[in-house]
């Protein structure tokens, strides 16, 4: 909806200047864009239901994939990982999609991920899921790129696509991560949130691993690959059903623009009609009289 | 102390897993904080069960109220849930994680479950026909892995509706 108000904006000066020079110009130019503009209003209208449609299905499945994040963050929290590293090399993963339109959704993860590499980029390296992420991020971060998963948000996020991504990561060398992603809250909020990755050194170094029985490198390890695709499922679940609501609210309020702005082009586009009128009819009665 | 648990386990394991009655009677009247999900469905958020029996990449084990914390990878097979009101419940799982931590609570997480009532006898049949093709007409190594995974989820899924 942005774009669109910048082009209004650059259109409206012209339309000015074609007042002064003839009333019939601007009639015809008021009545161009108010086609348009409602023409946008539809396509806004129908992306909303389109979306609301999508965020119905977004949050049943969230429902179910609720229990499933907690269940895998749970290890961690009870056998309290932390990274031990002084200087630890960094993965931070971003969770987006590719569709846009869908209000501060991408660009809250990716200003999260950008105040984090403001801090300190050497070291630390990005992996975006979604083409918006990558778009926002490579103009200044380029090298820190490492990975991008992009035809997400076509479809509802699968478990295979999140195994898919996993595999990928866990081919990458890193101590210590974040998964950055928007956490549903409601249909009007949600919150950048992360969860934490850690290497298989932080977690056999972690306090009360020792409780745990009958462990051994090769059953973390692939605790661990299998417990990264559950996170980053559970992510991409709670990523999708905040870009769905969100992109619902960002659709309504585009309608409700786009209806202001038909309100005020109708009245502009009657006063006209009607200065035209008065001006004709002046240049016939006065014609007549100086007869 | 591990060691001796590790000995122990087997017999505990036998003991649990034949007579279940008997042990929750003899004292193991702790509670269970048991969460089982699968990407595609929810079966037990926090819910308090009498036992719980998985198949683990390591050996099959059944877990108790107050189990000593461990985490394991699931193999494909049959969990089954004992709960409370003495029901059993039989879940084919695919693949997956387990975690029993400190506080009593575990947690099983699957790629993907299924009731077992629910699965079809034929159609899990041609699943391991089509997977033992596939492993025949394996060519790379990658290849082969997948098609002995997809053959060992075959064998389990008929051994599960036998």
Redesign the interface.
Known sequence: MNNFGRILAVAQPCAAQQQQARGMATLKAISIRLKSVKNIQKITQSMKMVSAAKYARAERDLKQARPYGEGATAFYERAEVTSTEEKPSKLLIAVTSDRGLCGAVHSGVARTIRNELATDDSNTKVVCIGDKSRSILQRLYGQNLILVANEVGRKPPSFLDAAKIADEIAKLDFQSGKIVYNKFKSVVSYQVSDLPLFSLEAVTKAPKISIYDSLDDEVIKSYMEFSLASLLYYAMKEGACSEQSSRMTAMDNASKNAGEMIEKLTLTFNRTRQAVITRELIEIISGASAL | M?AL??SLRPAMRLLSSSRPVLTTRRGYADEMSF?F??????YY?GANVKQVDVPS??GSFGILPNH??????LKPGVVTVYEADGSKKEVFVS???V?I???A?V???A??ACLVEELDKSACQEILSKAQSQLASASSAVEKAEAEIAVEVGQELVRATA
């Open positions: 591990a648990a590790r969460t999900a699968a990407a595609n469905q929810v958020v990449s390591s000593v914390p461990t985490i394991a990878t693949s997956g994680t975690t931590n400190d506080d609570s947690q099983v997480l790629e993907e």
